[in-house]
C-alpha cells in the first residue's frame, strides 16, 4: 500500500500517527517523505532510513507516482488533484485525507463515486484511516468502481489530440 501527502503535505507530525495505526492493521506500506522530510523524523519505533525493523514499512524520496503505482493495491492520500488523477487512472480504490487547497473537493469526489473513501480532519483521524484501509481491502466495490473510472480515463483523448482538435477547429 501506498502512503503518499504530496511534496508539500507530508508533514511527519500528521504522517506518524497514521502510519503507526496503519501498522495496526497489518499493511506492508510505501511511503513518500516529500521534499523536505526525512524517514528519521518519523518517530515509529523500529523504523529506519529505507526499510524498518520490521520490514512493513519503506520511505522513498521523491519517486515519480507511476513508479510509486506499480505494485501496489491501494493509496492513502491528501488528494491532490495530480495524485488523485493518476491513482484513479491506474484503477486503485484511495483513502483521501484532505489537508488545504482544493483537496477537500477531490475527497468528496472520491466519496462520491465510490473510488473511495474519505477521512475529514479531526481528532481520529488514524483510527478512521486504518479503518477506511480495512474496508478498502474487504470490500470489492470500491476497486470495482476505481476499475471503472480507469477505464473512462484510457478513453479520453491524450493530450496531443485535444491540441490537435484545437487547432483543427481554429483553422
Not at 523504523?47 to 520490514?55: D, F, K, L, V
Amino acid at each position: 500500500m501506498l502512503v503518499t501527502f504530496g511534496t508539500h503535505f507530508s508533514d511527519p507530525a500528521t504522517l506518524t500517527p497514521i502510519l503507526a495505526e496503519l501498522r495496526t492493521v497489518g499493511v506492508d506500506l510505501v511511503v513518500t517523505l516529500g521534499l523536505t522530510a526525512s524517514a528519521a523524523d518519523h518517530d515509529l519505533p523500529g523504523s529506519a532510513p529505507g526499510t524498518n525493523a520490521a520490514g512493513d514499512i519503506t520511505f522513498v524520496p521523491f519517486t515519480p507516482l507511476a513508479d510509486l503505482l506499480r505494485d501496489v493495491d491501494l493509496v492513502v492520500t491528501h488528494g491532490g488533484a495530480g495524485t488523485t488523477l493518476g491513482v484513479l487512472s491506474r484503477g486503485l480504490p484511495l483513502v483521501v485525507v484532505p489537508q488545504g487547497a482544493d483537496q477537500f473537493l477531490q475527497a468528496a469526489v472520491v466519496s462520491a463515486t465510490g473510488t473511495g473513501i474519505a477521512v475529514q480532519p479531526g481528532p481520529y483521524v488514524p483510527e478512521s484511516v486504518a479503518k477506511a484501509v480495512v474496508t478498502l481491502r474487504t470490500d470489492p466495490s470500491y476497486a470495482e468502481a476505481a476499475g471503472k473510472v480507469a477505464a473512462q480515463i484510457a478513453a479520453m483523448p491524450t493530450p496531443s489530440e485535444v491540441a490537435d482538435r484545437l487547432a483543427e477547429s481554429l483553422s
